[in-house]
C-alpha cells in the first residue's frame, strides 16, 4: 500500500480477509477458500499459527468422534452445562450452544479438505468437579 488512508494504493483484492494465522483464522481461510472466495491471511508475527501455536495446538472439541471412539464419554449437552456452568449469563446461549454443536463437525470438515489430523487425548477439564466436567 501507498499514499495515505484516503488515497491508498492497494495491490490486492480479496474477498475475505482474515488477520491473523492462529486455529481460528486458518480454519476460516481454509473454509472460505474453499468455497471460491478470494482469501488472504495477513500476520504481524514472522511466525504463524499465533497462540495456537504456543499452546502445543490444542484445541476442545466437544463430542468428538475420535474422543468417542476411543470410549470417551461425552455430549454437547455435558459441553454445554459445563461452559454454562463457567460462564454464566456471559455468554449468550445460543452461541454456547452453536460451538458445542458445531464443533465435531468443524473437526470433520477440516480433516476432509486438509492433511491436518485432529486426535483426542485424555486431558483433564480445567474445573473438572463443575457440572459437565471430564476427569480425562
Known amino acids: 500500500m501507498t499514499g495515505s488512508a484516503t488515497t491508498a494504493h492497494w495491490d490486492k483484492e480479496v474477498d475475505v480477509l482474515v488477520v491473523g494465522s492462529g ?18 491471511i495477513v500476520e504481524k508475527s514472522d511466525l504463524y499459527g499465533g497462540t495456537s501455536a504456543t499452546s502445543g495446538g490444542g484445541v ?22 459445563y461452559i454454562k456452568e463457567l460462564v454464566g449469563n456471559t455468554v449468550a ?18 480433516e476432509a479438505r486438509s492433511e491436518l489430523r485432529l486426535t483426542a487425548i485424555p486431558y483433564t477439564d480445567y474445573q473438572a468437579e463443575k457440572p459437565g466436567g471430564k476427569m480425562g
Not at 62 to 70: F, G, I, R
Not at 101 to 106: D, I, L, P, Q, S
Request: a negative charge.
Open 93 to 110: 446461549d445460543g452461541r454456547i450452544r452453536a460451538f458445542v454443536e458445531n464443533a465435531r463437525v468443524m473437526k470433520r470438515e477440516i
Open 23 to 40: 486455529a481460528g483464522a486458518m480454519a476460516s481461510a481454509l473454509f472460505a477458500s474453499d468455497r471460491g472466495a478470494r482469501t488472504l
Open 60 to 81: 476442545w472439541i466437544p463430542a468428538s468422534d475420535s474422543a468417542l471412539e476411543q470410549g470417551q464419554q461425552d455430549s454437547p449437552d455435558e459441553a454445554f452445562t
